[in-house]
């Protein structure tokens, strides 16, 4: 129990919960009381301008997102709101610990009934084919260790003209850049709304034309 709870302690501050900048790697700090939940997340919003990563996934009400390397769902919380309060966020991660976090936040916005926690391997993307607007990698794609085979599983998760959108510090973009061009999706747009950070928005490969081989 001692060593599952230092565990988690370990992984929060992995992610960046850090107290004094609430970003680092990931700003994805713990949920503790509500006054600090609501720093920790005006520090995030400030930092990430989240309403970007929203706009770049092109969602609204009613749409279905993934959320990959949800974490303790400082990001999730406004793909939430965005898709309420008919849509569904489902909110992958490896660490079902760091979901349970992520459903206290939720639940506290009034927003648990609007997102699917999924556990998931560290290899695989774990969502059904066909069912997604927009699949959302935020700060974790430099942890998969075959990033090009990963998104090509990603893009059967994607409806019809979805969208993945990869977002994360700047010194992975050429890392990112180069597996999104390998995986042969089609970059629609890029932005850095904050420093830190780049967004970039791809859509699927186009279909091969009926009859070429
Ligand atoms: C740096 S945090 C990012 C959290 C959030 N997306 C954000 O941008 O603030 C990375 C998260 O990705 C998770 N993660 C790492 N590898 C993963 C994988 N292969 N699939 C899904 N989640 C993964 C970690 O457990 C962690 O919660």
Known sequence: MRHAALCLLLLVAACGGKK?????????GAVSGSADTAREQQRFDS?????????ALGIKPGSRVADIGAGTGLLTVHLARAVAPNGTVVA?????AVLELLQSRLAAQGLADVVERRVVGAETPGLEAGAYDAILLAE????????VAWLKDATEALKPGGRIVI???????PRSMEAARKAGLVLQ?????VPTHFIAVFTAPPAPSPGKK
């Open 47 to 55: 930092e990430r301008k989240p309403e970007k990563v929203v706009e």
């Open 167 to 173: 977002s994360n510090r700047i010194h992975h973009r």
């Open 92 to 96: 992958t991660d490896i660490d079902g």
């Open 140 to 147: 974790v794609d430099h942890y998969f260790s075959d990033e």
């Open 20 to 28: 004094d900048n609430g970003g680092g790697e990931g700003g994805t």
């Open 189 to 193: 747009s890029e932005s850095t709304p």
